[in-house]
């Protein structure tokens, strides 16, 4: 069986070779910046935040358990600091137009229904509690399983589909009331 790629560049990292973590970041920095934008609904803060993340990743690194995926290991950091940063600051802003990508092949008015859509999706979400949220984002938006969220959040699987149940339910009932 052949080493996790990841596990060889922690392992190479904390022997001195600090450009074997640069490959980490680059590989997830837009998945882990993702993330947290969901998290955090705020695009200059999620770009701090994940830099955060991984300072905080590379600090740690002789933490990591190599009997974990590193991803997990990482996305944990990245909703904890996204956590952190929720209970720093209560009010919301509207997320960045610019993330929005919308095809060239649509017309300006499935363009503007794309982008409603969305900005109602991200409100919807912004509702929501943030341990709803965040099984939501990590199952929908990022495609993780069950046991890979049960190990970020550090809860039984059975807590995450709870969670996810609810938070499915009340996604649901807040787009209805918004005619979604």
């Known amino acids: 069986m052949s080493e996790d790629k990841d596990f060889v560049s922690v392992r190479e990292c904390l022997r001195g070779r600090s450009e074997a973590f640069e490959m980490l970041v680059e590989k997830y920095q837009t998945t882990i910046f993702n993330v947290v934008l969901r998290m955090t609904d705020h695009y ?3 770009e701090d935040i ?7 990743a590379f600090q740690k ?3 990591f358990n190599p009997q974990y995926k590193f991803f997990s290991w990482l996305y944990r950091i990245a909703v904890n ?4 940063f929720l209970k720093q600051r209560k009010h ?7 993330l929005n990508l919308i095809s060239n092949e649509k017309t300006p008015e499935d363009q503007y229904d794309i ?3 969305s900005r ?3 409100q919807a979400l912004m509702d929501l509690k ?3 949220r965040t099984v939501i984002i990590l199952k929908h938006f990022q495609n993780l399983s069950y046991r890979e969220i049960s190990h970020i959040l550090g809860v039984k699987e059975k807590t995450v589909k709870s969670r996810l149940f609810t938070a499915r339910q009340q996604l649901k009932n807040i787009l209805l009331q918004k005619g979604i």
């Open 120 to 122: 109602d999706i991200q």
């Open 92 to 98: 919301l802003v509207e997320l960045d137009e610019s």
């Open 81 to 84: 600091e996204s956590l952190n």
């Open 50 to 56: 994940t830099q955060t993340v991984f300072v905080k």
């Open 61 to 63: 690194l002789d933490t």
């Open 115 to 117: 982008l409603e859509t």
């Open 130 to 132: 943030t341990q709803y």
């Open 44 to 46: 200059e803060e999620s």
